[in-house]
């Protein structure tokens, strides 16, 4: 589950770039996230990435798919071998 991407120098990313899954403070639609009571966290269930042309919206998912891709490396290693 991604909670949190931090992107700096990927791709148009120059400056760090944060996105977080983890809810805020907000009361008004408190029955809409889930809760996970070990980790004393609210997490959002959806997210949206919206903007103009050109505002690296395409860019963002590239670094969300090179993280899934590093960070199952390992396994694919492991099948790989078998």
Known sequence: MLLRLTL???????????FSMIATR???H???????PERDLKVLPIAAVYGANGS????????I???IWC???PSR??????
């Open 8 to 18: 700096a120098n990927f791709l148009s990313f120059r400056d760090e770039v944060a």
């Open 26 to 28: 907000e009361k008004q």
């Open 30 to 36: 408190t029955d809409r996230v889930f809760a996970d």
């Open 56 to 63: 690296g919206k395409s860019n963002f998912y590239r670094a």
């Open 65 to 67: 798919e090179s993280e």
């Open 71 to 73: 960070s199952t490396l």
């Open 77 to 82: 290693r492991k099948n790989k071998f078998r």
